[in-house]
């Protein structure tokens, strides 16, 4: 039996080359390697603490769909469903909760992130772990593929388990990581904070016109040095440029520096743009097309949940039993 495979992206605010190399690319590489039973979900819960108007929610989720699928997740072969329509996350976030520490949801690096940003924080926000785990746990997954932003919160998802299984008997499996070569796409503005959706002069936007492409690489940081060269350690902005040029074009990165020695940044970024926009036109003209039939794309929703319910339901069936609830 495999290996089952769990992922999720919250429909909040266009989704970016980030977006695209670290979830849905990989997702679709996953998909297509034969390796694993794929759930994807758009997490429309996690999306609250955000405080997504309801109409944007409705939209969002519906274009997160859409880029899913344009980005080659195929329905016939990955559960493709919305977090809310399978309500066992919710049921099985609430029993988690209750073997997990408040201690170590304070410890949470994203959490203390978003405070210092200024965010207000609510209980959502704080217990956003114990129903990021509950995504996880309730199809018993083996395998989370994660950057290093989210290691923290699956290091949780196993101690939760670990937690849950002392108190109650053996029921869910630690998963592991699947390591992914997939960059952390940082932000053109600022190589030191990760690619946000919030920020659009610091990233680029899967829906972004070929005109725009080139305008925000060509406004993006580099360093003072005089040609292209990898060092992600002292020199973060064009190892940036590297990473992301390496990912759309399939080139290793000695190969682009080699292609670009003695050239100047100018070069280097007009061929970068052009890069991304040949990448992305095949992507953007299924998604166009994807939309235009949202009734087709609610239909594929509403049959994903009805798969993953069935794993869902059963995985509940058990807890109750468990944990002695009638």
């Known amino acids: ?13 266009r989704t970016h080359i980030g977006n695209y190399l670290g979830m849905a690319k990989l997702a679709a590489e996953l998909q297509n390697s034969g390796k694993y039973e794929p759930l994807f979900f758009i997490a429309d819960y996690h999306a609250m603490t955000e405080k997504v108007p309801a109409s944007e929610m409705t939209r969002q989720t519906l274009e997160i ?14 559960v493709l469903f919305v977090q809310s329509h399978v309500p066992e996350h919710a049921n099985l976030a609430w029993i988690l909760s209750t073997v997990t520490s408040m201690g170590d949801l304070e410890r949470m690096v994203e959490y203390k992130e978003k405070v210092a940003d200024g965010q207000t924080p ?14 996880i ?37 630690e998963p592991k990581a699947a ?27 899967l829906t972004d016109t070929p ?3 080139r305008a925000k690489v060509a406004r993006a940081q580099t360093d003072s040095m005089s040609e292209v060269g990898y060092d992600p350690e002292k020199r973060p902005a064009i190892a940036n440029l590297l990473r992301i040029y390496s990912e759309f074009s399939g080139k290793p990165i000695e190969t682009i520096v080699a292609e670009f020695k003695g050239k100047k940044y100018v070069e280097f970024k007009t061929a970068l743009a052009e890069v991304i926009i040949a990448a992305l ?13 949202p009734k087709k794309l609610a239909s594929i929703l509403a049959s994903g949940a009805k798969k993953a319910s069935k794993i869902a339901e059963a995985t509940m069936k058990e807890v109750r039993e468990k944990t002695g609830l009638i």
């Open 122 to 135: 609510n209980a959502g926000l704080f217990n956003y772990p114990v129903l990021m785990a509950a995504d």
């Open 281 to 293: 036109i095949p992507f953007q003209e299924k998604r166009a097309e994807l939309l235009k039939n």
């Open 137 to 173: 746990l309730i199809y018993k997954a083996g395998v989370v593929p994660v950057g290093e932003d989210q290691r923290q919160h699956l290091e949780l998802t196993r101690a939760i388990a670990r937690n849950f299984n002392a108190r109650f008997g053996e029921t869910f499996p």
């Open 211 to 213: 005109d725009e492409i």
């Open 1 to 13: 039996m495999k290996p089952v495979i769990v992922s999720g992206i919250k429909p909040t605010g």
């Open 179 to 205: 390591h992914t070569s997939a960059p952390r796409v940082m932000s053109l503005d600022d190589a030191s904070r990760k690619m946000s959706k919030s920020i659009a002069s610091g990233c680029i936007y």
């Open 65 to 78: 769909a859409a880029d899913l699928i344009a980005s080659g997740i195929d329905p016939k072969k990955s």
